[in-house]
């Protein structure tokens, strides 16, 4: 099957910006590499929220490397945040970054979100990649945290996703569906299931925004022009979800 793709990105001639978000785990780079980098460039994504970036010898290298790969830059994350990072096109303009290290459950794995604002024509944008852990009662918590991260970020409009380790009837995926939109479950577009690539049954990662974010689609693009089965399965052990925005313009002070 054959996708109909998503709306290109754009400036509107109002400053609203028409933005391309994939949300990607990439399985620290341990899998096809060059697989990984086609599908990222046949996505067209300004923004990449990758999820289990390399964290450790020479991480940075690495994270320039999938960036180059991919026709993009890296905007922030990695190993400082635990694992999530973000990539942009060179569209978008870095206003800040931050990376965010979580609590730590002593026996468990760290975590963190990689984020920042960025500006894209006339749009100011809140992002923010997040990895949430395996255990219900952390995973929750760790929602809880991304929510008030994105209010504390002092922007309007922001997008989140990841790989949120649980499913849309989970505590967690629900907390966030909750207050944000689950961007597949409003503008369905592609596939939905995440998990595995082989035989996909869940749906654990997922794009969101905040209200007055319009959505206008969002799903696994398999089937999208230039990204193949073959890739898909090679690339790493989740499939990735593209989101397609339309974000307002932001208000102008006199």
């Known amino acids: 099957m054959v996708l109909?793709?998503?709306p290109d990105s754009r400036t509107e001639p109002d400053g609203s910006a028409v933005i391309r978000v994939l949300s990607y785990n990439v399985r620290s780079l341990r899998d096809d590499t060059e697989a990984l980098a086609r599908v990222i460039r046949a996505c067209a994504p300004d923004l990449v929220l990758v999820q289990e970036a390399p964290r450790f010898f020479r991480w940075r290298k690495a994270a320039a490397r999938l960036a180059r790969n991919s026709g993009l830059v890296v905007l922030s994350g990695g190993a400082t945040a635990a694992g999530p990072l973000l990539l942009c096109s060179l569209r978008a303009a870095v206003e800040r970054t931050e990376d965010v290290l979580l609590p730590l459950t002593p026996g468990r794995h760290r975590r963190g979100?990689?984020?920042a604002v960025v500006r894209i024509g006339g749009v100011r944008l809140?992002?923010?990649?997040c990895h949430l852990s395996l255990h219900r009662d952390e995973r929750l918590a760790q929602a809880d945290l991304l929510l008030e991260r994105l209010a504390s970020m002092g922007v309007e409009h922001a997008v989140a996703g990841g790989d949120l380790n649980d499913v849309p009837d989970g505590k967690?995926?629900?907390h966030l569906a909750g207050r944000l939109q689950d961007c597949h479950a409003v503008a369905p577009w592609g596939g939905g299931l995440t998990f595995t690539p082989d035989d996909p049954r869940r749906r654990i990662d997922a794009v969101f925004a905040t209200p007055g974010v319009e959505v206008l689609g969002c799903g696994v693009p398999a089937g999208l022009p230039g990204v193949s089965d073959p890739d898909l399965r090679?690339?790493?052990d989740h499939l990735p979800v593209l989101a397609a925005l339309r974000v307002p313009a932001a208000a102008t002070t006199r």
Do not use: H, I, N, Y
């Not at 809140?126 to 990649?129: K, M, T, Y």
């Open 4 to 6: 109909t793709p998503l």
């Open 126 to 129: 809140g992002v923010l990649s």
């Open 113 to 115: 979100f990689a984020t």
């Open 172 to 174: 967690a995926f629900e």
């Open 234 to 236: 090679a690339a790493t």
